[in-house]
C-alpha cells in the first residue's frame, strides 16, 4: 500500500471478491496455511459456508503465488455450462481447460488441440492437456484454483473430474512434472456430497484448509476505517464483534454502516458506541423483512428451506443448539454439516454446536424455526410415539398418579387459603409433594399456583427498588429474588417473562457487588481488583440488556441499567437516556433517580476539573464543559431538596463554579500560566 488506509466506509468491501492489496482484507491463519501448502505442491481444498472469503483468498494467494514465480489459474465454474441439464461433458471439460489456458497466458490453440483427440473420452483429453500442455507450457509449478465446485452437483461426470484430479496426484509417483502441479478447491459442499465413491475422492489425499471468522486480533485493522479516537474505535469494533462474532461479510458490512454514520454525525452525538452499533444492527439486520432482502440472511434462509429431506432434522438439531442444548459436532453426520454450511451455527472450542452470532441468534430465532415447519412428519412421529408411551404410563400407574393429584389439590387449596405462607414454606411442602415427579401431569395445577406465589414475591422486591426513596432495597434483597425466581423458572422453563426477572435480579447483584469491592489506602484499585470490577459490570451489563429484551415493556431493566451506566461505567449520557427509556414505558423518576444523575454530572464535571492541564488550551476547552455539567447537576440536586446529602452537594457545587467562573474569565483575558491549586476548591 503506497499510503495511509483510507477512512469512512469506502474502506470496507461488503460485496464480492476484495482484491489483493486492499486495505480492508483481513490476513487469516488460512492464508499462512494456504500459502504453504501449495508451494509444497499439496491438494488443498476449502468447503465452507458462503461470504467467509474464500473468493478473496484465493484471489490474495494467487497473487502472493505469482510473486513467488509460481503459475497460476483461477476458474470460476458457474461461468461453464451454466444449464447442467444440456451441458454435454465434451462443453464443460473444454470450458475448464480454457480458463485454465486463458489465465497461464499460453499460447497453444487449444480448439485446434482439442479436436484433434476428439475421438477420446473427454475426461482423457482433459487429463492430457493437463499433462501435454500445462506442464510443457509451464517448466515451473502451476497452481490452478478451482472455484464454486458445488455447481458440480448434480453434474452426471462430476465422479470423473475428481477421480481425474485423484490420478494426476498418485501420477507424481511416476511422472515427476507433476510434482509441479497442484489445485485448490473451494465452495460450499461436504465432500460426500461432491462425490460418494470414497476410491474415487480426491479429499482423503487432500489438505483441508480451515477458513474461520475473525478473531479480535485479526479484525482490529478494520478500526482503521472508522472516523473515531482509538480509544472509541476499540469500542466500536468490540461492540461490532458482540454482534457478528467475526463472521467476515456481517464485520465488514456492520463496519460499513458504522463508517457511514460516523461520516455523517460524530460519534459525540451519539449516547453511546454501543447505541451507535446495536442501532445500525437493527436497521440492517433486524427489520421484518432483512430476512427476504438482506443477501448474507437470505442464503441462510433459503439453504436451511430448500434442505430438502434433512430439513425436519436439521431443525430438530438446530432448535436444540437454539436452547443452549449441549450437542457435539459430529463432522461425518449429513444435518451437522447442513447446518455449518449454510453457516447458522459453527463448532467452539469444546466441539460443542452452537449458534454463529448473535444476528442469526435473534433472526433465526424460535419463531423463525416454528415457520418453516422443522418439527414435519419425523417429529410428528416422535410425538405419537411418546403420547401413547405418555398413555400407557398412565394406565399402569394411575393409582400412584390419583395419590399424587389429591396431595396437590390439598397443596392449591392450602395456599389459597393462606393456611401455608411464605415462599419459603410453600417451596418446602412442593418438594415433598413432587419428590420424583416434578413435571407429573398430576401436578399441572399445583405447580403453577406455587410458580406463581415464588414469582410474585420475587416481584414486590423488584417493585420496591421503584420505590426505594421510601424504602432501600440490599443486596441480600435481590439474592432473595434470585432464588424465588430460579424456582420458579425450574417449574416453568419456557416462561421468557421470569427469566427476564431472574436475569434482571442477577444483573442488580453483579452491579451491586462490583460497587462493594474497596479500594487500596490510596482511594485506587489494585490492577487485578480493577480488572474484576470491569468483568463484573460486564457481566451485569450483559444480564440486563438480557432482560431488557425479554422484558420489553417494563422499566425495570432500564431502571437498573442507568444506575449500571452512572454508578458503575461513569456514562451519565447513557444513564440519563435509559431513565428516558423507562419513563417512556410509565416510570415516574424519584428523588434517588434525579439525585443518582446529579451525581453523574456533577462527577464527570470533577474529573474534567481534575484532569485539566492547568495553563493550557485543553483546560480552556474543558472548563466550560464542567461547568455546564456542575449547573446541571444543581438544577437536579435543587429539585430534590432537602433529600439526601442534597444541601451539601448544593454547597459544593455553588463553591466549584465560582472558582470556575473566576479561572475562565481568567483565561478569556488570554492568563494561560499555571496557577497551581491557587483557585482550587478546598476537598469536599
Known sequence: ??????????????????????????????????????????????????????????????????????????????????????????????????????????????????????LMPAIQR????????????????????????????????????????????????????????????????????LIRDPARTPFNIGKEIGLTDFTSEEADFLTEGLHATNIHKRELLNRILYWTDGHPYLTQALSCAVAEELAIHALAEHPSATELVDREVERLFLG??????????????????????????????????????????????????ALKLAGVVKPDSAGLLRVRNRIYERVFNADWVASVGGRGRRARLVFICFASLAL??????????????????????????????????????????????????????????VKDALASEANQIILRFRQRDSELTFESDWQQARTYLARALELDPGDSVVRGKLLLCEGQIDR?????????????????????????????????????????????????????????????DAGNHSMKEAEHRGYKLGRSDVTMLADGYRERADRLWDSRNAGTLQEKDQLPKAAEDYRRALDLYQSTFPYGDSSKEIVYILDRLQHLQVRINELERGELREHGHKTTPSPR
Request: charged letters at 25%; glycine letters at 6%.
Open 1 to 118: 500500500m503506497s499510503g495511509p488506509p483510507e477512512q469512512g466506509p469506502r474502506f470496507y468491501v461488503t460485496g464480492g471478491t476484495i482484491k489483493p492489496g486492499a486495505d480492508s482484507y483481513i490476513v487469516r491463519k488460512a492464508d499462512r496455511d494456504l500459502l504453504n501448502a501449495v508451494l509444497a505442491g499439496e491438494f488443498c481444498y476449502i468447503l465452507t459456508t458462503r461470504q467467509m472469503g474464500k473468493s478473496s483468498l484465493m484471489a490474495n494467494i494467487a497473487a502472493r503465488l505469482v510473486q513467488e514465480g509460481v503459475r497460476t489459474a483461477q476458474v470460476d465454474l458457474n461461468l461453464i455450462g451454466a444449464d447442467r441439464q444440456s451441458v454435454t461433458a465434451d462443453e464443460w471439460y473444454y470450458g475448464v481447460a480454457y480458463r485454465i489456458l486463458r489465465d497461464l497466458t499460453a499460447d497453444t490453440k487449444l480448439d485446434v488441440w482439442w479436436m484433434e483427440r476428439r
Open 126 to 193: 482433459f487429463t492430457e492437456f493437463l499433462s501435454d500442455v500445462v506442464l510443457d507450457v509451464c517448466s515451473g509449478k502451476v497452481v490452478v484454483f478451482i472455484d464454486e465446485i458445488d455447481s458440480t452437483i448434480g453434474l452426471q461426470f462430476c465422479d470423473d473430474f475428481f477421480a481425474a484430479l485423484r490420478a494426476c496426484h498418485n501420477r507424481r509417483a511416476k511422472d515427476e512434472r507433476f510434482q509441479r502441479l497442484a489445485f485448490v478447491l473451494l465452495g460450499v459442499a461436504t465432500p460426500a456430497q
Open 288 to 337: 421484518v423483512r432483512a430476512v427476504r432482502e438482506e443477501k448474507n440472511l437470505k442464503f441462510v434462509d433459503r439453504r436451511l428451506r430448500q434442505g430438502g429431506a434433512d430439513v425436519t432434522e436439521a431443525m430438530n438439531v438446530y432448535r436444540r443448539v437454539l436452547r443452549g442444548v449441549r450437542v457435539q459436532d459430529r463432522p461425518a453426520y449429513s444435518v451437522h454439516a
Open 392 to 449: 400407557s404410563y398412565m394406565i399402569y400407574s394411575i393409582t400412584s398418579e390419583l395419590v399424587l393429584w389429591r396431595r396437590g389439590q390439598n397443596l392449591e387449596r392450602d395456599i389459597r387459603a393462606h393456611v401455608i405462607t411464605g415462599p419459603n414454606a410453600i417451596w418446602r411442602r412442593w418438594a415433598e409433594i413432587s419428590k420424583g415427579s416434578p413435571q407429573s401431569l398430576a401436578l399441572f395445577g399445583p405447580r403453577h399456583i
Open 512 to 572: 451491586i457487588d462490583a460497587r462493594s469491592i474497596p479500594y487500596d489506602v490510596q482511594g485506587k484499585y489494585s490492577p487485578d481488583v480493577e480488572k474484576h470490577s470491569i468483568a463484573l459490570l460486564s457481566e451485569a451489563l450483559e444480564k440486563l440488556e438480557s432482560a431488557q429484551r425479554l422484558l420489553p415493556e417494563s422499566p425495570d431493566p432500564q431502571i437498573a441499567l442507568a444506575w449500571l451506566y452512572v454508578y458503575g461505567w461513569k456514562n451519565v
